[in-house]
T-cell receptor, first 115, second 113 residues
Framework: KAGVTQTPRYLIKTRGQQVTLSCSPISGHRSVSWYQQTPGQGLQFLFEYFSETQRNKGNFPGRFSGRQFSNSRSEMNVSTLELGDSALYLC??????????????FGPGTRLTVL | AQSVTQPDIHITVSEGASLELRCNYSYGATPYLFWYVQSPGQGLQLLLKYFSGDTLVQGIKGFEAEFKRSQSSFNLRKPSVHWSDAAEYFCAVAMNTGNQFYFGTGTSLTVIP
């Protein structure tokens, strides 16, 4: 079974631009979560989508948004990029166990650099 | 508020030596507990998880972890480390409903020959 895939793997943008990152979960997984990883803050939860609905949300500004499609693929968007948005963005998918937590399987991440 | 503490930012061990990475959590109830490993430039790989039952859980790559409710701890152990174990290790907790994970800040492991 193919793992979680994220595209693109690397991205360079300038301040003020916007960016869209994509995540394809493991086949059959309906929950997709997004995390931001930086050296200073570690892994921080952005949001989680389940069946096209945002189920959980972390403490990030409204510039960070996401969505999930009917095939469970998810995108996250960051508008008006700031230098501090430079990070590794990780996507994780979970098996379909309803509202029960199981295990999150992570993709390789997208490395975003904001200049 | 939920929190996960990994007290050791960086650990150095000799190849063949034993290893213990510490993890403590603050939570209202017994959460689900996980250990992940991250190699440079890579995503996170699940090492092991604890949901319930036997408090000593076995994982991949020869790792094990023990859940101690009285200490709110979930320490990761390996009897003999290999040079390939050098990586960043993350402890994580989650409630048994929903999928919001809380991660510790990680422990960086260096293995010297």
């Amino acid at each position: 079974k193919a793992g979680v895939t994220q595209t693109p793997r690397y991205l360079i943008k300038t301040r003020g631009q916007q960016v869209t990152l994509s995540c394809s979960p493991i086949s059959g997984h309906r929950s997709v979560s997004w995390y931001q990883q930086t050296p200073g803050q570690g892994l921080q939860f952005l949001f989680e989508y389940f069946s096209e609905t945002q189920r959980n949300k972390g403490n990030f500004p409204g510039r960070f948004s996401g969505r999930q499609f009917s095939n469970s693929r998810s995108e996250m968007n960051v508008s008006t990029l700031e230098l501090g948005d430079s990070a590794l963005y990780l996507c994780a998918s979970s098996p379909p166990l309803g509202t029960s937590t199981d295990t999150q399987y992570f993709g390789p991440g997208t490395r975003l650099t904001v200049l | 508020a939920q929190s996960v503490t990994q007290p050791d930012i960086h650990i150095t061990v000799s190849e063949g030596a034993s290893l213990e990475l510490r993890c403590n959590y603050s939570y209202g109830a017994t959460p689900y507990l996980f250990w992940y490993v991250q190699s440079p430039g890579q995503g996170l790989q699940l090492l092991l998880k604890y949901f319930s039952g036997d408090t000593l859980v076995q994982g991949i790559k020869g790792f094990e972890a023990e859940f101690k409710r009285s200490q709110s701890s979930f320490n990761l152990r390996k009897p003999s480390v290999h040079w390939s174990d050098a990586a960043e290790y993350f402890c994580a907790v989650a409630m048994n409903t929903g999928n919001q994970f809380y991660f510790g800040t990680g422990t960086s492991l260096t293995v010297i020959p």
